[in-house]
């Protein structure tokens, strides 16, 4: 008896499913369209993946607006197709601008040179004292201004800025010593 009755609840839910779909498929397809200027088969692709992410809960029984659900889904879906697509493009402008960032070009010679390279910069930031290190550091690895690490950090701007060009020039002193440039 119990799964009669569940094969029936399966069966009305995959009709509801399929009603659902009949009812909203071209107008959702549309909203993605006009709302974000997706091509039609793009539409139909996320419009889809919003109808298999609402298909586990509809036999469930959670939905209780499917129409507001469907929208919803279609919206986050295409959010997310989107910023899938702006990493990709970010990272392939990136490879394309810069050709050293490819695996396959990296010679042994410049891996034990870039390996070098790291490992002069790495003493030199060792060697200088704490404060000036952490203020390079903040500057140029973080990203912070002089100004911003100025607040943090209680200094004028100046100290900071004086600090920062002493640490530079500590680094570039250590790559000349070892004949670099």
Known sequence: MATA?????????????????????????RYA????????????????????????????????????FLYRSVHNATIDALRKGQVRESYAQSIQGDPD??????SPERVASGRQFLGLISRALWNMPHKRRR???MNRVDGLSYAEIARREGLSA????????????????????????
Request: net charge negative; hydrophobic share 35%.
């Open 33 to 68: 369209v006009s709302k974000f200027g997706l091509s039609y088969s793009e539409a139909e692709d996320l419009v889809q993946e919003a109808f298999a992410r609402m298909a586990p809960q509809l036999h469930t029984g959670e939905i209780e607006h499917v129409r507001a």
């Open 158 to 181: 100046t100290v900071v800025k004086k600090h920062v060009a002493k640490a530079l020039a500590g680094c570039q002193e250590a790559l000349r010593a070892h004949g670099g440039e």
């Open 5 to 29: 009755l569940a094969s029936q609840m399966a069966g009305e839910n995959e009709r509801d499913l399929d009603h659902y779909y009949r009812e909203y498929h071209q107008e959702l397809c």
């Open 135 to 137: 203020l390079l550091l």
């Open 101 to 106: 960032r490819d695996q396959d070009s990296r």
